[in-house]
């Protein structure tokens, strides 16, 4: 799937993923510091499948696979991703923002440009999975308003690693009842 013009922020846009960019995505989900957290294995444990969805990314049926980088000079600084439903009301979506600019503000901003995108997208509800561990992440998602749903796992591909996760939503409808 692909997004019909980049989603514009002040300092950084998200873009549709390229060919060009798989060896910047991979070092950095592929990192043990960057992608401690990420469900994507270790180098070492990529198998001809999971090479085979890499080498695909651009042609997803089913999610939008983004790349975040710098209005001004392109330099790419992270990735992003979106999963509709069928119907396109629920979405799932996932970040990451390279170490080398981590506290920056920058995992905010991509955040807001996405519910931006999806509230302007009729989007009804959006959710993440992430680890119980990753604080930075779990902080990020309460500062937007999002709510743990439930407490349930995630495994890294192809690897014995486990964590335990929370499910966050947020319902971007608003009820205009109740705002008499």
Same mark, same amino acid.
């Given at each position: 799937?692909?997004?019909?013009?980049?989603?514009?922020?002040?300092?950084?846009?998200?873009?549709?993923?390229?060919?060009?960019?798989?060896?910047?995505?991979?070092?950095?989900?592929? *990192?043990?510091?960057? !992608?401690?957290?990420?469900?994507?294995?270790?180098?070492?444990?990529? *198998?001809?499948?999971?090479?085979? &969805?890499?080498?695909?990314?651009?042609? #997803?049926?089913?999610?939008?696979?983004?790349?975040?980088?710098?209005?001004?000079?392109?330099?790419?600084?992270?990735?992003?991703?979106?999963?509709?439903?069928?119907?396109?009301?629920?979405?799932?979506?996932?970040?990451?923002?390279?170490?080398?600019?981590?506290?920056? !503000?920058?995992? #905010?901003? &991509?955040?807001?440009?996405?519910?931006?995108?999806?509230?302007?997208? *009729?989007?009804?509800?959006?959710?993440?999975?992430? &680890?119980? *561990?990753?604080?930075?992440?779990?902080?990020?998602?309460?500062?937007? !308003?999002?709510?743990?749903?439930?407490?349930?796992?995630?495994?890294?591909?192809?690897?014995?690693?486990?964590?335990?996760?929370?499910?966050? &939503?947020?319902?971007?409808?608003?009820?205009?009842?109740?705002?008499?």
């Amino acid at each position: 799937m692909k997004i019909k013009k980049e989603i514009l922020g002040k300092r950084i846009c998200l873009r549709n993923y390229s060919e060009s960019d798989l060896t910047f995505l991979t070092e950095m989900w592929f *990192d043990k510091e960057n !992608g401690k957290y990420l469900s994507d294995p270790a180098r070492e444990y990529v *198998d001809e499948t999971f090479q085979n &969805a890499l080498d695909t990314l651009g042609e #997803s049926e089913y999610g939008y696979y983004l790349v975040i980088e710098f209005v001004d000079t392109k330099e790419r600084i992270g990735s992003a991703c979106m999963f509709p439903d069928e119907e396109k009301k629920v979405y799932d979506i996932g970040y990451c923002i390279h170490k080398s600019k981590w506290n920056q !503000g920058y995992g #905010s901003e &991509a955040l807001s440009l996405i519910l931006d995108w999806l509230k302007a997208n *009729d989007a009804e509800k959006v959710t993440a999975e992430v &680890a119980v *561990d990753n604080l930075p992440s779990n902080i990020l998602l309460r500062k937007f !308003g999002f709510e743990v749903e439930k407490k349930t796992e995630f495994k890294k591909y192809n690897m014995d690693v486990r964590f335990d996760s929370y499910i966050y &939503a947020k319902n971007l409808c608003v009820d205009l009842r109740l705002e008499k």
